[in-house]
């Protein structure tokens, strides 16, 4: 059994928290808002994971130093746009046998790094901490269908093979099953842009359209994602596996999706201000398309689709038009049988 640290006390923090510690680890959970462990401690629940009541095993802690000491696993389990400053704050207290486990998906504006990339320059910070490993674990896992134990798969990613087996064996029980992947950066770029799908999806749903735009979308999405992943040397087989195909459907096919739902806001009328507001959490789908859009440019591909989102989002156009714009577009990408 091992002994892990959980930063983050939101929904993924806890029901991986739960899960853990249900497995028999040594669990302890921090997080940046006092309250929110007050709060944990005292009623054992968490307000978004309703009648699920967290083991009296788990340990909460304010205090950041705390989580990390003794630990042999620490999991970044923070929305995305935290990752850079929770991994700064956890950094004087890391060492090097630890084994760092991002759970956040999304891509940072600006430098294009992924969440592991983020932490990697977090580290750049601290040499004595040169060769630590760090993981990405990622898929199709809803926090509120794994908190009540439903039957899940995830990828563990690592290019160190020893690192992704142990937090294969860490992770693995009899509701999660857990397969490796060394392709670290494209098992992480799935998670992110899967996110702006998500939202397209959700936006077709509130303009009141069916499964066959659906299938579409996912399809022509996954084709996309693709597509950007083999132009920055990610393998082709990880877009079709668990984190690639397998999330992108769970987050454009869900209720619990928070990105779904915001697109959904949004094909109803609502600005996109106003459904972020409405959602009331971090819509990472959202924050992951200035990402995308520059990395479209920056490795010269076509992404329609998230162009489509872009404009509706940043741009103003209305959904329908963007949805009409996807139809009539040139079809030069199927000249030559490119379904690629
Ligand atoms: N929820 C899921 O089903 C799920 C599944 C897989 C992966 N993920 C990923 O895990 C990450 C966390 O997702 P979540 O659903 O738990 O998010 P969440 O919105 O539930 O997380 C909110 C938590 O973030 C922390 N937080 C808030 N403000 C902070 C700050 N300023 N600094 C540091 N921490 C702060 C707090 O602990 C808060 O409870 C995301 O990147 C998400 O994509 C989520």
């Known amino acids: 059994m091992s002994s892990i640290g959980v930063l983050g006390a939101g929904t993924w923090g806890m029901a991986l928290a739960r899960m853990l510690a249900n497995s028999g680890h040594d669990v302890a959970v921090w997080s940046a808002l006092g309250y929110e462990i007050d709060d944990l401690s005292a009623t054992r629940k968490h307000p978004k994971l309703p009648g699920v009541a967290f083991p009296e095993s788990i340990a909460f802690t ?74 990405a674990l990622s898929g199709p896992t809803h926090a509120e269908e794994v908190a009540i134990d439903m039957p899940t798969t995830i990828v563990s990613a690592c290019d160190d093979p020893d690192a992704a087996s142990k937090v294969q064996d860490i992770f693995s029980n009899t509701c999660m099953r857990v397969y490796r992947n060394p392709d670290i950066k494209g098992v992480e770029l799935c998670g992110a842009l899967k996110n702006i799908i998500a939202l397209a999806s959700g936006i077709l749903t509130g303009l009141g359209y069916g499964d066959n735009t659906k299938a579409a979308l996912i399809t022509r999405g996954l084709t996309e994602i693709t597509r950007l992943g083999i132009a920055m040397g990610c393998r082709e087989k990880t877009f079709y596996g668990l984190a690639g195909i397998g999330d992108l459907i769970v987050t454009a096919t869900s209720v619990h999706s928070r990105n779904n739902t915001c697109g959904r806001y949004i094909g109803q009328g609502l600005p996109a201000e106003e459904a ?31 162009e489509a989102v872009d404009s509706v989002i940043n741009r103003g156009t209305k959904p329908s038009d963007a949805v009409m714009s996807l139809m009539l577009r040139d079809k030069k990408d199927e000249i030559g049988f490119d379904i690629i």
Do not use: W
């Open 276 to 306: 972020v507001k409405k959602v009331g959490m971090v819509v990472e789908g959202i924050n992951a398309i200035p990402a995308a859009m520059q990395l479209k440019d920056a490795y010269n591909v076509e992404l329609p689709i998230i």
């Open 62 to 135: 304010k205090d950041i130093s705390d989580l990390c000491s003794g630990k042999e696993v620490i999991i970044l389990a923070v929305p995305s746009p935290f990752i850079r400053a929770t991994a700064k704050q956890a950094l004087p207290f890391l060492n090097k046998d630890q084994i760092l486990v991002s759970v956040a998906k999304g891509i940072e504006k600006g430098t294009h790094y992924t969440m592991t990339e983020i932490i990697s320059d977090e580290l750049k910070n601290a040499p004595e901490l040169d060769g630590i490993r760090i993981a």
